[in-house]
Each structure stands twice: as structure tokens, then as C-alpha cells.
């Protein structure tokens, strides 16, 4: 009997120490486990932090990834102080137009869910820059009214590419001769990062001056590793009206594209181990482990760096996208 007892006891004492080891390996994975959402908008705040040490008027605009303006992500969620702080801008594709499918009209819910956090950027001094994919002039006109209505910016876009000047409207919506200094003051933009259309850098450069956007945003190389100048910058910050305005700087920051300068031919058969999947509707670009600090030293916060770059180039601020890039990660 005291046998067995004796037995029972080391039993139960095995499995307590079981217990406690496996509570002490779930603790060590928990500790090891990122929180894609607070990396991202660190990562944001840490650019930011860079480029307005160079340069305080530099403008921080996000694009998507709208659930980052809380801790939690739900609308009623307590802010994200530090991301809000960080940031001058919010850019929302697909607002009133696109969510599913090109000219079409968003569905409710997703339209709601979205005007929820786009009203929290803007109860926070926060400028809204709305992107919706419509071609039909009646679609166009209407999600003109009704972000004008609720105070954002906005651009139709004929073309998902962002390739072209739209003809329609013939005049930016809400043009105007005066001088843009800061984000607040625009009333328009133009969303024009794919220049595969112009067939020089001049050509462009020319199309754009004719316009009257107070605000454009366009890549900082023309085709490939053609790097726009700061000569070419400064130049484009005049309106065809007479009238400043300011011009931001696309920038990926979410995924690599492996047709930019900083690609190397070895991370086509030999990856380094930052990089992830190819986004299967995009070739090209890769989703990034963004927490990485040799991928955000491609980024920013030194002299090589693609930030680093931009503001050498005179632009006024940078648009980053694939902010979204959490959902990837929380979804594999």
C-alpha cells in the first residue's frame, strides 16, 4: 500500500512539473510571438521620428490599415496615441467606390466600418485622403460630393494602375489659384504613381505642370531606377494656375519590390530571411517581415536609406502603403 501510495505521489508530481513546464514554454512562445499590429505602427512612428528631424514640416501620410488608429482595432477602441501623433495624414482606398470590384459602388457595411476610422483621423486632426476606383463621370461626380461633404480629399481614379491624368473632371474638383503650404490647406489631389504611359521623364514632368492639383503624389523614380531630381520636385510644386502646392513621395514600406535599387540579384534564388511570399496579384512584390531591422534599414534612419533619398529629392512628405501588411501575418 505505501508502495503504491509513493507511486501515486511521484505520478502526480510528474504531471505537476509537466504542468509547469509546458505553462513555462506557452509564457517563453507568448514573450516570442509579434504583435504585427503595434510593429507596424512603431515602425510608422519610428520613420516618422527620422523625417522630422530633417525636416519638421515633412508630411507622414498612411495609406489603408485604418484599424491601427486604435489599440484594439474596433472604432470604439481606445486611440493609438503615439500612431496618431506620428502621422499627418490617413489615405483610404475605396471608400464609396471599388471595395470589391472597379466602379462599383462599396458595400454598406465595409463603407461603415471604414467611415468609423476615417471620422477618428479626422476628430484628430488627421487629413483624409480618399482614393475611389470609378470611371462612370455619374460615380465620379458622386464620390466628389460626398467626401467633399465630409471634409476629406479626394481623387476618382479612372485607373487602378494610377497611370494616367484623369480627363474627367475637366478641372480638379474644388480648384483653386491659392498657395498649398500645408496638408490642411489642399482641396484636391492627383494619385499618379505609374508613369508607364509617358514615354520620357520630361513628357511626364510636363503633363503634370499643366495640371492644377494642390497636391500630387507620384513615385520618387520615373521608370525603374530613373530617379527624379530635386530639380524636378521643386519645379512640379507650381500650379499651371500660378499657385504652390505640395508633392509626396509614394513609398512601399509593407513590401519589397524587386524592381527597386535596393533589390539584389542573389535574393532571387536566395531570399534573405526578412522576405516572404510574393503577393500573387502583384508580381514582383514581396510581403517583408517589417519588423526587421535590416529591412527597416533599407528604409529609413541613415544615409543610404530610401527616406533618406526622398527628402534629398525636395518632396514635402512620403505616402506609405501596404500598412496593412498586419493582416498577412495574422492571417498565415
Known amino acids: 500500500m505505501a508502495n503504491k501510495q509513493i507511486r501515486k505521489l511521484l505520478l502526480l508530481g510528474m504531471v505537476s512539473f509537466l504542468m509547469v513546464l509546458s505553462s513555462c514554454k506557452t509564457t517563453k512562445n507568448d514573450e516570442l510571438e509579434v504583435n504585427y ?4 505602427r512603431q515602425f510608422v512612428i519610428k520613420l516618422s521620428e527620422d523625417a522630422k528631424e530633417l525636416n519638421p514640416n515633412f508630411i507622414i501620410i498612411s495609406q489603408n490599415g485604418h484599424s491601427l488608429l486604435t489599440i484594439n482595432g474596433e472604432s470604439n477602441g481606445r486611440l493609438a496615441l503615439d500612431y496618431l501623433r506620428a502621422i499627418d495624414g490617413v489615405g483610404r482606398e475605396d471608400l464609396f467606390y471599388g471595395y470589391e470590384e472597379d466602379n462599383r459602388k462599396t458595400n454598406n457595411e465595409d463603407n ?6 476615417m471620422e477618428i483621423a479626422k ?7 480618399v482614393t475611389d476606383y470609378c470611371f462612370t463621370h455619374e460615380y465620379m461626380d458622386d464620390s466628389y460630393l460626398q467626401n467633399s461633404e465630409l471634409g476629406y480629399l479626394s481623387f476618382a481614379a479612372d485607373e487602378r494602375m494610377l ?5 474627367y473632371p475637366v478641372t480638379p ?3 483653386n489659384d491659392n498657395d498649398i503650404l500645408t496638408l490642411s490647406d489642399a482641396k484636391n489631389f492627383l494619385y499618379l504613381i505609374n508613369p508607364e504611359l509617358f514615354s520620357t521623364k520630361e513628357e511626364f514632368i510636363n503633363a503634370i505642370l499643366l495640371t492644377n492639383y494642390d497636391l500630387i503624389i507620384i513615385d520618387l523614380f520615373f ?3 530613373y530617379q527624379l531630381t530635386s530639380d524636378d520636385i521643386k519645379l512640379l510644386k507650381t500650379k499651371e494656375n500660378g499657385g504652390s502646392r505640395l508633392v509626396i513621395a509614394y513609398m512601399s514600406i509593407g513590401e519589397a519590390e524587386d524592381y527597386r535599387y535596393y533589390w539584389l ?6 531570399h534573405p530571411s526578412w522576405l516572404d511570399k510574393e503577393n500573387a496579384q502583384w508580381e514582383g512584390n514581396y510581403k517583408v517581415k517589417y519588423w526587421d531591422k535590416a529591412w527597416q534599414n533599407i528604409i529609413f534612419g541613415n544615409n543610404d536609406s530610401y527616406l533618406k533619398m526622398i527628402l534629398d529629392a525636395s518632396f514635402d512628405g512620403v505616402y506609405l502603403d501596404i500598412i496593412d501588411a498586419y493582416e498577412y501575418f495574422e492571417e498565415k
Open 123 to 129: 476628430a484628430n486632426d488627421i487629413t483624409v485622403l
Open 112 to 117: 461603415e466600418d471604414m467611415l468609423a476610422f
Open 37 to 40: 499590429r503595434d510593429e507596424m
Open 173 to 175: 474638383y474644388n480648384v
Open 223 to 225: 521608370i525603374d531606377n
Open 265 to 270: 540579384e542573389e535574393w532571387d534564388n536566395n
Open 163 to 167: 497611370n494616367d491624368i484623369p480627363t
